[in-house]
């Protein structure tokens, strides 16, 4: 019975830390460039500095204002209420608790996006489009 129940935690901490597709991260800075670099050069890297940093503030700007995001066939981003839940981490200690209803970012890849991701290699396979067209 213990080997079954290791093999559920196993399971279930494989599902919560899936790992990115790669290990490569782009940082903001890293980000930046890569913009300076698709407008071919036509602006400085101080324009570009600038103008990226606005659309990050803006993106926070419309969470603070409780405001959706909607960018139409990329993605939606929006303020979402979480309700409260209680928790008793502590039985031990003999402590309950509850965490207050409060609102987290949400963001949802519309069909491009989601398109991107259909495309990415699945341990060594082509692609996940290609696999699809396949079974229909």
Not at 31 to 36: A, G, I, P, R
Not at 41 to 57: G, H, K, L, M
Request: hydrophobic fraction near 25%; aromatic fraction near 12%.
């Amino acid at each position: 019975m213990s080997k079954n129940k290791s093999e559920k935690e196993n399971t279930k901490s494989e599902l919560v830390r899936t790992p990115a597709p790669s290990k490569d991260f782009i940082n903001k800075q890293e980000f930046k460039d890569m913009v300076y670099e698709n407008l071919g050069r036509q602006y400085s890297r101080d324009a570009v500095y600038w103008i990226v940093n606005e659309v990050f503030n803006c993106f926070e700007e419309i969470l603070q204002e409780g405001k959706t995001l909607m960018i139409m066939d990329f993605f939606t981003m929006q303020p979402k209420l979480r309700k409260g839940r209680k928790y008793d981490t502590l039985k031990n200690y003999g402590g309950e608790g509850k965490t207050k209803d409060h609102y987290v970012p949400y963001f949802h890849p519309h069909k491009k996006l989601r398109e991107v991701c259909l495309a990415l290699p699945v341990d060594g396979e082509k692609n996940n489009r290609e696999e699809s067209d396949e079974d229909e």
